[in-house]
């Protein structure tokens, strides 16, 4: 047998398996229906949990207004040792009560051989002239893609329905910038902070412009979030270090996998590379400038770059590496944000940052602290009482009565999401 790589001493001892993905806390179970006339409501703001089987596809109802735009995420997870192909994937549509469907689906393949969580997203966007403006009733219908012999096992799947209010003078279509800052990115350097990356959207480890660092083991995925303000670019930088070799020679096509996903859960971007033990860098960026006029560019990529809000990044270590690996792999992420932040768009109604369309303080605290969402909101709950303290509004032993009873409730809320 064969060492290569790193020394011994930089590995920890042989990790448990991967955590599976861990769905929304409070997420709601529902059995998609086999037409149009018998899918559940999805109501917006909203996740949901069912699954999708080979073949049969699922359909869901939206009652929509006619003042926002809606975004549909379905995120699949098949089985670590599921045989998939190139082409199987997710694809997710929505249409009107008339059958006409809505344009800018973003469907998603695996584009391997390796399993991991994917995303598709469906999209009812605002835009004079355009299908699926009126307020009225939606469908959404959910499919599998990919050939007749490829996997056939059930597949879990999280629906996440976003709503982005309109713009104040209307959602006219604007010019997306022809002309952006594009020259290859120096990351930043030094030895990484520890950060230990989330199983999925729900539970991603927030990081900030800098270096992070982390272990990830084969056909494992590990989701991180990066709050990326208006005007702002982001870079992705990935290393793996070298692995503890149990054979001379091996290598993984697709070995490291590195997608980016937009706040509505869109894909936006992905790198790879192939891995055979030895160290290996995976560069994504700089991704065009955060912007609403993107949404209304040529390239589907930059489509996907037009709200400010919390970016996911998830990264993949194929399940080949185990043939010739032992153990986890060091994984380095150096995060570039360039460009000032900018006032964001006039939208018609308060509180379209707070709905996932825009970054605020407290996300920029959360980022600079490493906490997943439910930690932040932990956060912002203990702050909320400090302030009701300063402010003397109540008695010292009401607010801890208070407090202990938001922080059991949020414990709770927690703990069930792990489950």
């Known amino acids: 047998m064969a060492l290569a790589g790193a020394p011994a001493a930089a590995y920890a001892a042989p990790a448990p398996a991967p955590a599976a993905y861990r769905p929304a806390p409070g997420a709601r179970t529902v059995t998609g229906g ?11 703001g909203r996740t949901y949990e069912d699954t999708l089987e080979a073949g049969r596809d699922r359909y869901y109802r939206l009652e929509l207004d006619a003042r926002s735009s809606v975004y549909v995420a379905a995120t699949v997870r098949p089985e670590r040792d599921a045989a998939v192909t190139y082409a199987d994937g997710v694809e997710v549509v929505l249409m009107s009560a008339g059958g006409k469907e809505c344009p800018g689906a973003e469907p998603a393949r695996f584009g391997n051989d390796q399993p991991r969580p994917l995303t598709g997203v469906a999209v009812r966007r605002l835009q004079e002239d355009a299908a699926c403006q009126e307020a009225g009733t939606y469908y959404v219908k959910v499919s599998r893609t990919g ?4 996997d056939r096992s059930d597949w879990p799947m999280e629906l996440h329905v976003m709503r982005e209010p309109a713009l104040s003078g209307g959602n006219a279509p604007g010019a997306a910038p022809s002309v952006w800052p594009s020259a290859s990115v120096v990351p930043p350097g030094g030895q990484g902070v520890r950060r230990s990356g989330g199983t999925g959207f729900n539970d991603a480890r927030a990081l900030d412009a800098g270096v992070w660092r982390d272990d990830i083991q084969p056909g494992q995925t590990l989701y991180y979030r990066v709050p990326v303000d208006w005007a702002r670019q982001l870079s992705v930088h990935a290393e793996l270090a070298g692995a503890r070799m149990t054979k001379d020679y091996g290598f993984a096509s697709y070995g490291l996998v590195t997608q980016v996903y937009s706040p509505v859960r869109a894909p936006a971007a992905s790198e790879d590379g192939t891995y055979s033990g030895k160290q290996l860098e995976v560069a994504l960026g700089p991704l065009a400038p955060v912007s609403y006029d993107n949404r209304w560019s040529s390239d589907p990529r930059t489509r996907q770059l037009s709200a400010a809000g919390w970016y996911y990044v998830a990264v993949t270590l194929n399940r080949k590496v185990a043939e010739f690996t032992t153990g986890s792999v060091p994984l380095t992420l150096r995060i570039t944000l360039d460009g000032t ?3 964001g768009p006039p939208y018609a109604e308060p509180g379209a940052a707070r709905a996932g369309f825009g970054i605020v303080a407290a996300d920029r605290d ?15 709950a203990r702050r909320g009482t400090l302030r009701l303290v300063a402010a003397g509004g109540i008695g010292t032993g009401t607010v801890l009565v208070l407090g202990l009873g938001v922080w ?3 414990s709770r809320r927690r703990t069930v999401a792990g489950r």
């Open 34 to 44: 086999d037409s149009t006339a018998d899918g559940p409501e999805l109501a917006t």
């Open 147 to 150: 050939a007749e012999d490829a």
């Open 341 to 343: 932040a900018r006032p």
């Open 366 to 380: 959360a980022a600079k602290a490493g906490q997943t969402a439910a930690e932040a909101a932990d956060a912002e």
């Open 408 to 410: 059991t409730l949020l």
